[in-house]
Antibody
Framework: QVQLQQSGAELVKPGSSVKISCKAS????????MHWIKQQPGNGLEWIGW????????KYNQKFNGKATLTADKSSSTAYMQLSSLTSEDSAVYFC??????????????WGQGTLVTVSS | DVQMTQSPSYLAASPGESVSISCKAS??????LAWYQEKPGKTNKLLIY???TLQSGTPSRFSGSGSGTDFTLTIRSLEPEDFAVYYC?????????FGSGTKLEIK
């Protein structure tokens, strides 16, 4: 069965960076886009972007250009998202989610459990 | 960006009843709309995509309809496990965008 296992909660200082991981299993990692989504209380869900692990191609929401960097390691079937220059506005739960089907399929058939990032001094 | 307006934000119903949740897009998204269920302690669940296509494993009491800008998620004969938060998401164009959610509670 498809599973996406995300890394644990992070408490980080303003101005620093954090890297979240999402280990995939149960399907061919290189065949499906992996999306990342931000959830803040009161702000709902925001799509950050996707990475295609097969070749490393990425697509970002313009709002997150310069904030988020998506990468993937085919050897370990793990996707990563690095968030930089963190502020309190980046405090949120971040989800990885697998695309619904091989391109095009920009809906999210499987979700990780979420990683809470708290930015505080 | 395509704005998704979901209503109501809160809905109370009893098991056995039927309910409908609306999702309106700020411009036409053809039929490219997905619906998700969020429950505490569980990963989010895809219910429907492309407006009306049930994801494998979604019970048949769930249905999706609509095209263009107006969409509806209908749940017939509510079961206890259906009480949750529901989100819509357009997958017609980038950036992908979500509705603000509907919390379905037991009356």
């Amino acid at each position: 069965q498809v599973q996406l296992q995300q890394s644990g909660a992070e408490l980080v200082k303003p101005g620093s960076s954090v890297k979240i991981s999402c280990k995939a299993s149960g399907y061919t990692f290189t065949s499906y886009d992996m999306h990342w989504i931000k959830q803040q209380p009161g702000n709902g869900l925001e799509w950050i972007g996707w990475i295609y692990p097969g070749n490393g191609n990425t697509k970002y929401n313009q709002k997150f250009n310069g904030k988020a960097t998506l990468t993937a390691d085919k050897s370990s079937s793990t996707a990563y998202m690095q968030l930089s220059s963190l502020t309190s506005e980046d405090s949120a739960v971040y989800f990885c989610a697998r695309a619904g089907r091989v391109y095009p399929g920009d809906w999210f058939a499987y979700w990780g459990q979420g990683t809470l990032v708290t930015v505080s001094s | 960006d395509v704005q998704m307006t979901q209503s109501p934000s809160y809905l109370a119903a009893s098991p056995g009843e039927s309910v409908s949740i609306s999702c309106k897009a700020s411009k036409s998204i053809n039929t490219y709309l997905a619906w998700y269920q969020e429950k505490p302690g569980k990963t989010n669940k895809l219910l429907i995509y492309s407006g009306s296509t049930l994801q494998s494993g979604t019970p048949s009491r769930f249905s999706g309809s609509g095209s263009g800008t107006d969409f509806t998620l209908t749940i017939r004969s509510l079961e206890p496990e259906d009480f949750a938060v529901y989100y819509c998401q357009q997958h017609n164009e980038y950036p992908l965008t979500f509705g603000s959610g509907t919390k379905l509670e037991i009356k």
